[in-house]
């Protein structure tokens, strides 16, 4: 009954308008002071604090600085163009290219807002121009760019390896399958959508463009490879590879493109520290939100009833699935992990499901949350690029969430699926 009066208070507050970070602080306070355990505030600073302050964490600003280092650097253009001319040919060719680009990107970024609001412009703008509808191309843009947190460097990752103390490496490599999956759902439906609606395809490229195209992309291809190589090499943490990373992305984009000057470096730099203090804020309310949990013993609520439901690992983790869909409709995806991680993961590792395919599972259902309303920050985002109304880019995405919520099924029930390549590169 308590959980029940503190969510339902978190989620009044939310449907009112203030922000995630301040509901969930201002929730803990309320719920304290009404249990008359207002001493408990003595420590509101203290776990704030403590809850942004792991040595992972820090991989945060770093990854976003990359990725808008990329995006201004010109790399979103070269990547779209390689992009189309290795699928630009098939039926409703800017949308496969819409999601190639995104997964091409993703390597870079790690948050799919970034990849929204980089590729997503340029990418609207040439399928509106070659006759596209323009809920069309606001809603493969903003299905694709949930590919991006999937396919490593990923910054859900690094808060759910920082709170679960997974390797980030494995979830980094059990990443890579489910993203390619996605994308492959996602070309699939283009295919049929386009088809229905007859949408045009270009030309096939031929061997000298793609080369060309592929050389001018060439850089920037190489960074998931240096992060990734550099990770299973031992040669750097997944932290010092969002630092090298970053680094890497102002090489290019300064001593090779030439696209950034130094006076573009304050507006990237002012940018990053925006976007990394409102992930870390959030990290830090649910932090103190957490302590509450804790101290009221919700978890062991939540896993007496459910225990008590099932005994079945595969029952577990549907009504585990339907909880983590119902508050992404609600709460901001960084949220939901931040709040349900310490709830569910005793139940998962009392039932022997593996903490790196429950981490991909995880990560898919808050994908699958940028995208429905209420609070689906790539629908927002991507309504308010295209001037598309919510609702109807809402109707349009159906298809392409039907196909991100089979790969989450498949991940969820065929656990090869994420762990094959861990378990060959990073063996325990």
């Known amino acids: 009954m308590l959980a029940l009066a503190i969510f339902g208070g978190l989620f009044a507050l939310v449907l009112l308008g203030v922000p995630i970070a301040v509901a969930m602080g201002l929730t ?23 809850a942004t302050t792991g040595f992972t964490l820090l991989a945060i600003p770093f990854f976003i600085l990359a990725g808008n ?21 098939l039926r409703g060719g800017l949308g496969h290219v819409n999601v190639v680009s ?13 990849d929204a609001a980089g590729l997503g412009l340029i990418e609207m703008e040439a399928m509106t121009k070659n006759g596209y509808d323009r809920e069309f191309s606001a809603a493969i843009t903003a299905a694709s760019s949930t590919i991006g947190p999937v396919v490593p460097p990923s910054i859900p990752f690094v808060i759910y390896g920082s709170i679960t103390g997974v390797s980030v490496g494995k979830l980094f490599l059990a990443g890579f399958l489910p993203g390619g999956l996605m994308g492959i759902a996602l070309m699939i439906a283009v295919y049929f959508v386009s088809r229905r609606r007859n949408y045009p395809c270009n030309a096939r490229a031929t061997l000298t463009l793609v080369w060309r195209t592929f050389w001018r992309a060439f850089l920037a291809l190489l960074m998931p490879i240096i992060i990734i190589g550099g990770i ?8 010092e590879a969002a630092v090298v990373a970053s680094l890497y ?24 520290a925006v976007q990394s203090v409102k992930i870390l804020f959030i990290i830090a309310a649910a932090g103190f939100f957490g302590w509450l949990m804790i101290q009221q013993r919700i978890p062991n609520h939540v896993i007496e009833g459910l225990t008590s439901l099932t005994q079945s690992p595969t029952v577990l983790m549907m009504i585990i699935i339907v909880i983590l869909l119902a508050l992404g409709c609600f709460l901001e995806g960084i949220a939901v992990l931040v709040i349900s991680i310490p709830v569910f993961m005793p139940l998962v590792q009392q039932f022997g499901i593996d903490p790196v395919q429950f981490g991909v599972v995880m990560i898919l259902c808050s994908m699958i949350g940028l995208l429905t309303p209420p609070v689906g920050m790539c629908l927002y985002a991507v309504a308010s690029i295209a001037n598309v109304p919510i609702w109807r880019l809402s109707r349009e995405l159906l298809p392409y969430l039907a196909g991100i919520f089979a790969v989450l099924l498949i991940i969820a029930f065929v656990p090869e699926v994420s762990l094959w390549l861990p378990a060959i590169f990073m063996p325990d």
């Open 69 to 89: 280092l990329m995006n201004t650097a010109g790399i979103t253009q070269r990547i779209f163009d390689f992009a189309l001319a290795l699928v630009g040919h």
């Open 249 to 272: 992305a102002l090489i290019i984009g300064m001593g090779v493109y030439r696209e950034i000057g130094l006076a573009d470096l304050p507006a990237i730099l002012w940018t990053t």
């Open 102 to 114: 995104s997964m091409v990107f993703s390597g870079m970024s790690g948050a799919a807002v970034a």
């Open 28 to 50: 803990a306070v309320l719920s304290f002071v009404f249990l008359d355990e207002a001493r408990m505030l003595l420590v509101m600073a203290q776990r704030m604090y403590s």
């Open 232 to 239: 299973l090499g031992g040669l750097f943490t997944p932290t």
